[in-house]
Structures are given as C-alpha cells and as structure tokens.
Nanobody, 127 residues
Framework: VQLQASGGGLVTAGGSLRLSCAAS????????VAWFRQAPGKEREFVAG????????AYADPVKGRFTISRDNAKTTVWLQMNSLKPEDTAVYYC?????????????????????WGQGTLVTVSS
C-alpha cells in the first residue's frame, strides 16, 4: 500500500483545511487508518484514526470537536477535516495505515503499530 498525503498549507487561526490521503496499490477498506502529526522539536503524536471498516473513530484530546476523520465509499481516500485551527496545530501531518491493529492498540495511538506511511504534508497556522 502506498499512501499520498496532500492538502496542507498556510492558514490563519480560526480557519479550516482538509487533508487527503490517497491509497494506491490495493484497496485498504479493511485497514485501520490514522493521522499523526509532528511539530518541530516534538515527538510524533496521534491525531485521529478510524478502526478498520467499522467507522469507529478516535481523536486526540486537543483536536476533539474540531477535527473529523472520514473515508470515501470506495475506501481509497481518507480525509482529515480541520476546523477552528490554532497555531499549536502547526506540524507536518502524516497519514498511516495498518491491516493488523487490534482495537486496544488503535485506541492507544501508537505510531509504531502502523506499517504504511504517507510522506507528510505541512500545516502552518498563523496567529
């Protein structure tokens, strides 16, 4: 599976962006998918995820109520709608996927559990 992330850019605080993650190589409708982010000088952190094809979602506390993860009907693209953006959301955002996560690992937000990664897309939020 190859993942291609896009949609990042520069936005002022309070604005919105939608990130996309397109999968190629095979359909990954049954895969668990997630978005992570890494700000300069910080560890990569879990942002949002969707468990396999169940549509069960999880969000990190700082983005709850502002970000929404979704998939298309063909299950080949994953989006992250980001609203009410804050300067602290500035980071490189990565999409990730795995076919083997169990639910408890998914909820833990462990990046090491994901096998496939996109190249990252930079989101900059100015104050």
């Amino acid at each position: 599976v190859q993942l291609q992330a896009s949609g990042g850019g520069l936005v002022t605080a309070g604005g919105s962006l939608r990130l996309s993650c397109a999968a190629s190589g095979r359909t990954f409708h049954s895969y668990t998918v997630a978005w992570f982010r890494q700000a300069p000088g910080k560890e990569r952190e879990f942002v949002a995820g969707m468990f396999r094809s169940t549509s069960s979602t999880a969000y990190a506390d700082p983005v709850k109520g502002r970000f929404t993860i979704s998939r298309d009907n063909a299950k080949t693209t994953v989006w992250l709608q980001m609203n009410s953006l804050k300067p602290e959301d500035t980071a490189v955002y990565y999409c990730a996927a795995s076919s083997r996560l169990i639910y408890s690992t998914f909820i833990s937000g462990t990046s090491a559990a994901y096998d496939y990664w996109g190249q990252g897309t930079l989101v900059t939020v100015s104050s």
